[in-house]
C-alpha cells in the first residue's frame, strides 16, 4: 500500500551495471570505454534496460579499477573525454534510458591533489580533510585491518609516529566527513554531475564516512593481531559523537539527490536492525539499497577461507526473509552478481543444474522478486567464472589479500588458489562476450584482462540468434515484468512464500493489491516434481517457461493466444522455472 501510495519514476525499471574496462572496447586499445557503451546501447535498449550503472570512470591510477579517484570532474582518458561522456547522455536520452555515475566519496585516490597537498603539510587545510593521528604505545592508533589486508593506518613518509587512516587500500585515503569543506565539495560535485544529466548515484562504500574518532581498538580476530573491519564500522556507526551517519546522510540527500527527484543506490552493509525505514522508506537517504543478504551468506566479508558452499534450503530462506523483511518499507535493489562477486552460476546453484536452465533459473528469481533488479553485464547470457590457475592471473588488489590471509590460516597453496578461483571479483570482470571472433568480439587490440575461453560457446551473437537462449529467455522476461498490464502485480504486489512445503521448490506469489497474482515455481531438486496446485492456482495461465521452445510466443501468450487451460498438477524437470498469472 505504501509504495503504491507512494509512486516513483524508477520503481517499474531495470537497470544494467556496466564494468567500463571489459564492456567494449570502441578504439582498440584494449580497454573498454565511453564510444564501445554507445555502440551497445540499441542492444541494452532490446534487452529490456532502463537505468545504466556505470562504475567509475574518472582519473584515477586505477590502484583499486577506479575506486580510487584522482579528480571528480574528469573523465579517465583510456574511457574517452568528456564530449564522449555528453553525447552518451544525449544517446541514453534518445533512448529513454537513464545514467547513474558511482559515487565514490568514502576516499578518494591519494593522487587527489587534496591528499598531495595534505602529504604535504598534515597539520595544514588540506590535512583536516583526511584522518591524521599520532600511533598509540609506538604502534599505529589502533588495530584495524583494512579491507584489502594489513594495517588501516598508514605511516605518513618524513614523519615519525604519524598515520593517515585508509579503510582500502592505503593508496585510498578516507576522505573527513567531519570537515565542512569535504562536505560542501562533494555536495557541488554531485550536483555539477546532475546538472549534466545522470540521472543518479551508485553510492559506493557510504556507511563508512561515519568514524568513531577515538578510534578505540577491539579484540583481534586473527593472527595479524588485528580486528575485521565490520567491527570498526558498528563502533563508527553506534559512537554518539558528531553528526550520526543518519544526519550525514539527510543532510547529503537534502543539498543533491532530492533537487534533482535522483534516483540513488546504496551500497550499504552494516545496517543496524531497525533502521531500513531510515534508509529507503518513504523518505528515505535513498532510493534502494542492494539486497546482498545472498552474497553475505558465504561468509565472505571474514575471507575467503571461511566461505562455505550454499545450500538451496539456506537460499531459500534467505530470499524469502529479506523480501518478507523489506517489501513493506521500500524497494530493494536485487542482484546476482556484480563487479564485486564472482558469477552466480557458480555460486548459487547446485552442480546437477544445467547452466542454461540454471541461468535462466536464477534470472526468473531475481527479475520476477520484489525490488528493481540490478543485471550485470554478461548475467544475460550465462557468462561463468574464468578458470584461474595462478596467483599472478589475477589483477584484483583484494584477491592477492585474499591468497595471503588463507595461507597465514595454513592452507596451502592449492587450497587458497582454489578459493581465489571460486570467489575472486576477477571473474566478473573478464571482458564481455559479444561474439566468437578474437576476443570475444570486445576488442581489435589485446584485451586489458584475460576472455574467458568458453567464449566460442557463451556469446551475445549467437544466442540473439537462438530463440531459447538465455539472452532471448531474459528478454522475455524482462519483458513480461515490464508489461505495464502487470505492473501492479510484478512492480507494485507483494511477495508471498507458496508451496514450502515442496523440498526443492523455490515458489513465491506476487499479489497486486487489485486482487490480481503471479505464481513463479521453480524446481532445485534432482529429479522431475509434481506439484499439486491449491484450488485457487488451478486457473491461473502459463506466462513463461524457462524450458519452451520459444520465448518469444510466450509473453505473448496471455494476451493473444493464451487458453484458459485447468490443470491440477504441474511438473517441473530439474531446473525449471515457470511463472504463472
Ligand atoms: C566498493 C566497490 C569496490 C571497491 C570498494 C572501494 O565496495 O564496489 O569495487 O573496491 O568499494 O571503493
Given at each position: 500500500m505504501q509504495n503504491i501510495l507512494n509512486k516513483k519514476w524508477w520503481h517499474n525499471k531495470v537497470a544494467y551495471e556496466i564494468y567500463p574496462k571489459s564492456f567494449m572496447d570502441a578504439n582498440g586499445d584494449g580497454v573498454g570505454d565511453l564510444q564501445g557503451i554507445i555502440s551497445k546501447l540499441d542492444y541494452l535498449k532490446e534487452l529490456g534496460i532502463d537505468i545504466l550503472w556505470i562504475c567509475p570512470i574518472y582519473e584515477s591510477p586505477f590502484v583499486d579499477q577506479g575506486y580510487d579517484i584522482a579528480d571528480y570532474y574528469k573523465i579517465a582518458d583510456c574511457f574517452g573525454s568528456m564530449d564522449d561522456f555528453e553525447q552518451l547522455i544525449e544517446e541514453t536520452k534518445k533512448r529513454d534510458m537513464y545514467v547513474i555515475m558511482d559515487l565514490v566519496v568514502n576516499h578518494c585516490s591519494d593522487k587527489h591533489t587534496w591528499f598531495t597537498k595534505a602529504l604535504e603539510n598534515p597539520e595544514g587545510e588540506y590535512g583536516k580533510r583526511f584522518y591524521f593521528e599520532r600511533g598509540k604505545d609506538g604502534k599505529e592508533p589502533s588495530n584495524y585491518r583494512s579491507y584489502f589486508g594489513g594495517s588501516m593506518w598508514e605511516p605518513v613518509p618524513g614523519y615519525n609516529d604519524l598515520y593517515y587512516y585508509h579503510a582500502f587500500a592505503k593508496e585510498q585515503p578516507d576522505l573527513n566527513w567531519n570537515n565542512d569543506e569535504v562536505v560542501q565539495a562533494v555536495y557541488d560535485m554531485v550536483n555539477w554531475w546532475l546538472a549534466k544529466g545522470v540521472a543518479g548515484f551508485r553510492i559506493?562504500?557510504?556507511?563508512?564516512?561515519?568514524?568513531?574518532?577515538?578510534f578505540p581498538s577491539y579484540e583481534p580476530d586473527g593472527p595479524d593481531g588485528l580486528c575485521e573491519t565490520e567491527k570498526t564500522v558498528s563502533g563508527a556507526l553506534s559512537c554518539k559523537e558528531g553528526p550520526s551517519i543518519g544526519q550525514m546522510l539527510s543532510s547529503l540527500k537534502e543539498h543533491t539527490f532530492a533537487r534533482h527527484d535522483a534516483f540513488t543506490v546504496g551500497e550499504v552493509f552494516n545496517l543496524e536492525n531497525g533502521t531500513l525505514q531510515e534508509f529507503i522508506g518513504r523518505d528515505g537517504h535513498f532510493s534502494t539499497i542492494f539486497d546482498f543478504s545472498l552474497h553475505l551468506l558465504t561468509n565472505c566479508e571474514h575471507g575467503w577461507f571461511a566461505a562455505h558452499k550454499i545450500t538451496f534450503r539456506e537460499l531459500r530462506k534467505t530470499i524469502f526473509d529479506s523480501q518478507l523483511a523489506t517489501q513493506k518499507i521500500g524497494f530493494m535493489a536485487n542482484i546476482i552478481e556484480n563487479h564485486d562477486e564472482p558469477r552466480g552460476l557458480n555460486i548459487f546453484l547446485p552442480e546437477w543444474i544445467d547452466r542454461e536452465a540454471g541461468a535462466k533459473l536464477l534470472g526468473t528469481i531475481m527479475v520476477m522478486q520484489h525490488g528493481i533488479p540490478f543485471l550485470y553485464q554478461g548475467q544475460e547470457i550465462g557468462m561463468t567464472n574464468m578458470d584461474f590457475t595462478t596467483l599472478n592471473q589475477y589483477n584484483d588488489i583484494s584477491t592477492i589479500d585474499q591468497y595471503h590471509q588463507a595461507i597465514d590460516r595454513g592452507f596451502t597453496d592449492q587450497e587458497a588458489l582454489s578459493l581465489c578461483n571460486t570467489y575472486s571479483r576477477d571473474n566478473a570482470r573478464t571482458v564481455m562476450q559479444w561474439d566468437d571472433t578474437e576476443n570475444a568480439g570486445f576488442s581489435t587490440g589485446t584485451p586489458w584482462f584475460h576472455v574467458n575461453p568458453n567464449y566460442k560457446e557463451i556469446n551475445v551473437k549467437s544466442q540473439l540468434e537462438d530463440a531459447c537462449s538465455i539472452l532471448s529467455y531474459y528478454r522475455a522476461l524482462i519483458a513480461l515484468r515490464k508489461n505495464s498490464i502487470y505492473e501492479n502485480v510484478f512492480v507494485y504486489g507483494m511477495f508471498e512464500p507458496a508451496y514450502e512445503e515442496y523440498d526443492n521448490v523455490l515458489a513465491f506469489y506476487r499479489k497486486s493489491e487489485q486482487g490480481g497474482y503471479a505464481l513463479v515455481v521453480s524446481n532445485w531438486g534432482k529429479s522431475d516434481v509434481t506439484i499439486t496446485l491449491t484450488d485457487e492456482d488451478k486457473s491461473l495461465w502459463l506466462m513463461l517457461d524457462s524450458m519452451s521452445n520459444d520465448y518469444r510466443l510466450s509473453v505473448a501468450l496471455k494476451n493473444a493466444i493464451g487458453q484458459k487451460e485447468k490443470k491440477d498438477q504441474i511438473i517441473l524437470k530439474p531446473g525449471q522455472v515457470c511463472v504463472y498469472g
Open positions: 559506493d562504500a557510504i556507511i563508512n564516512i561515519k568514524k568513531d574518532t577515538s
